[in-house]
């Protein structure tokens, strides 16, 4: 039965089914403890304090994409350590200092020398950094034995401020299955190894080995040398990682609500008050096997309806249609009828809500409402 | 020279010149006097009080694609006479309802018998209305001469609720030029007078013949029989209207300031803090016959660097490169270099940012502030 207080809702909504979210949490955790490594939630895929808050139970810290994200986590969340993950501009560095002054123990990341200078020079004194470290080919950081990770080592360590190495193996979203990813989780503990030990028979100190994204975390089967694991979409999973089997979509915890406002009988079009304002352009699962237009539609109690899917969006108006070359039939969804749309991508769907709607474990509870930030 | 307050902005920002906006809504002003119709700006894509009561002087009245943006533009830009051009949802009615009993002229839309059913029953009386017809199979409405128009056209005039009929040639963004998207305009015209016949013909009111988009806007020979054209994106302008040959680059109002933050030397890569969280996940050109991946690069005062695109987005990063078989040369952007982002979607990346930093037209004002809202 789909919660009582669903029908009162304003479309298009995101629900946050609770369940779900906690076992994909604790699936993670566990895991992680049996690799015996420490776990750093990324938070760019929640952006929510009240999700942050069951993420980090048992982890050591948190990973962030933006100075924003780290400023509401620790001043309204209390989340003291923090990694920003993305390379670090030189005109960002004082309002990082800014954070450190007030208490945050934030870490940043960077792969050349002059980044390293304006770390050096913040106001307060050194940032503590990790040298960012390119596993696969995907967008920033070092070769693992490129020379110039034990130049930026010594001037970082001059000032006590060399933490150590961080790589992310963002390619890995783009195979599917556990030995892929795996395979993948080897290259990512590999190339970060291989750095901190390049620092190491320098003579510097790299306590810090941080790897990770959802596919490697989950598809690691060994750690060896690694200190930490970063994952971020494993919180809700989505479209795409179900597309790669790196869960199904039944762990998929994020869905948007909509209600049916039209019909083209004749197309086998369905209109719905959710377009790409609510679903995001993304379209994660078009280079994938199974390609769900702009998601896979469910009923309101989040069963899938077989090959149905949101095959095209305007700003506001979702098309949903069978998927092309169906069997299946059609559900019958007058005017004012409601569903619930998986995403493909639960970073970018979460991004254009305000906040969630929770759908709680408990039976019997009402909703919640938890609220989302955006911006930089 | 690039605006001097720009250098301590922080990044990403979304940048409004000014200059330009007031240029396209001229154009298009101009236009429709000279077409004799009233003009009813579409507000989805500016999402901002601001930049509203630049675009209503001489307007007819607002367009809007949520109630939200209805309720905000009548409480806080007081607009009163607003079409909620997306098919109502019967339990949208109340909230429509609502904002009519404040005071706001709101008119909505719809194409079924339950629609108009529950649009009659709203507290308060019946809410004017507009038929939405289909001009090109694009989503929604009936065809020009499906009876079921007379016949919702009755149920409404019997409660005093029918104001007319309204179209919208979404398919005209998909062709090229403006012989062709004067042909859509054609279609459009053609759609909605048949439609307005066929009412009247019934012995039934047709006072409002509401059409359009901005390529027909911009491509229309005439609009007999026509009393009002709706255009959204026309206010900014973005590389989809670039690329059908609506608007050039030049007049493309809106872009996204963005700082390097690192190299890829090797494979010709510049990375950017401006991923897809800030240029949206809208891939528009894509289709187009030049792609330009996430957004074309300019200098920080605006000027296009040729071939130079975002090749690829990640959440918080952007990867700058020049365009496959280029022969253009990679210019020399050290990390902390600003560049600005030309946005494939104007209504997409926009929702993107929680404000405008605007670029005033007059030369030695300061940079403004212009708040921008999402949600529903």
Redesign the interface.
């Known amino acids: 039965m789909p919660h009582p207080d669903l029908a009162a809702l ?4 995101l629900l946050l089914d609770e369940e779900r979210m906690l076992a994909n949490i604790e699936r993670l955790r566990a895991r992680m403890d049996r690799l015996g490594v420490g776990l750093r939630p990324h938070l ?1 895929t929640c952006k929510s304090v009240d999700v942050a808050r069951r993420q980090l139970a048992g982890a050591v810290g948190a990973t962030v ?2 100075l924003r994200e780290a400023e509401v986590f620790f001043r309204e969340g209390g989340i003291r350590d923090i990694l920003y993950a ?7 560095v004082a ?1 990082a200092a800014a954070l450190r002054a007030e208490g945050c123990d934030l870490t940043v990341i ?3 020398l ?2 390293a200078e ?1 770390v050096l020079a913040a106001p307060g004194g050194a940032i503590p950094t990790l040298i ?1 470290i ?1 596993s696969d ?1 995907h ?2 950081g070092l070769a693992p034995d490129d020379p110039r990770i034990v130049e930026i080592g010594r001037r970082l360590h001059a000032k006590g401020a060399l933490r150590g190495v961080v790589t992310h193996a ?1 390619e890995s979203y783009g195979v599917v299955g556990p030995p892929a990813h795996a395979a993948f989780a080897e290259r990512e503990r590999l190339a970060a190894v291989t750095a901190a030990d390049q620092l190491r028979a320098a003579g510097l100190p790299c306590p810090i080995v941080s790897v990770g994204s959802t596919p490697t975390a989950h598809g690691a089967d060994t750690l060896d040398g690694v200190t930490e694991v970063r994952a971020g979409v494993y919180v809700f999973f989505d479209l795409v990682m179900a597309g790669i089997g790196a869960c199904t979509q039944d762990d998929v915890a994020l869905s948007v609500l909509a ?6 009988e004749e ?1 086998g ?1 369905i ?1 719905v ?1 959710a377009g ?3 679903m ?4 994660g699962t078009a280079v994938q096997a199974v390609d769900h237009g702009y998601g896979l539609v469910c009923d309101e109690d989040g069963r899938v309806y077989p090959d149905l899917i949101v095959k ?1 969006a ?4 979702g ?1 949903i249609a069978l998927r092309p070359g169906s069997t299946a039939s059609l559900p019958r969804l ?3 009828a409601r569903v619930r749309i998986l995403p493909n ?1 639960a ?2 769907t979460g ?4 906040a969630y709607t929770v759908i709680p474990a408990k039976a019997g509870e009402p909703l919640r409402t938890w609220p989302r930030f ?3």
């Open positions: 304003d479309t298009p909504s760019k994409s933006t993305v390379g670090i501009a030189p005109q960002k309002r960077l792969d050349s002059p980044q304006a960012e390119d080919g967008r920033g963002g209600t049916v406002i039209g019909h083209q197309r079009w209109l008050d790409w304002m609510a995001s352009r993304d379209r095209a305007n700003q506001e108006h098309t007058p005017v004012g991508h970073c970018a991004a254009q809500f305000p955006g911006g930089w």
